[in-house]
Nanobody
Framework: QVQLVESGGGLVQPGGSLTLSCKIS????????IGWFRQVPGKTREGLLC???????EHSDSVKGRFTTSKDHGKSTVYLQMNSLKLEDTARYYC????????????????WGKGTEVIVSS
């Protein structure tokens, strides 16, 4: 059974940094992509970044230059490094998996983690 588990969320001050982890288990295919999304209550889910076999794709101008993603095959984990955090980055952050190349469309992803909360506040 494919599972994704996010961790690393928490409270951080504006301008601070935080790294989220997405632990992956239960699948053996080698052509897959992990996307990072976030959602604020009452708003649609926003695609941020994706990492796959073809590299990294950026899907949101709001985090460009501040967020990046990477994967550690040995640990079966994908990371979202968030720098220069802003108040508007407060959201629940999700990782999701799809087979194939990266996509910024949440409907292209079949498997989702439960998310981790990030609160940016002074």
């Amino acid at each position: 059974q494919v599972q994704l588990v996010e961790s690393g969320g928490g409270l951080v001050q504006p301008g601070g940094s935080l790294t989220l982890s997405c632990k992956i288990s239960g699948f053996t295919e080698d052509y897959w992509a992990i996307g990072w999304f976030r959602q604020v209550p009452g708003k649609t889910r926003e695609g941020l970044l994706c990492v796959g076999k073809n590299g990294i794709s950026e899907h949101s101008d709001s985090v460009k230059g501040r967020f990046t993603t990477s994967k550690d095959h040995g640990k079966s984990t994908v990371y979202l490094q968030m720098n220069s955090l802003k108040l508007e980055d407060t959201a629940r952050y999700y990782c999701a998996r799809r087979l194939g190349r990266c996509s910024g469309n949440e409907n292209d992803y079949r498997t989702w983690g439960k998310g981790t909360e990030v609160i940016v506040s002074s």
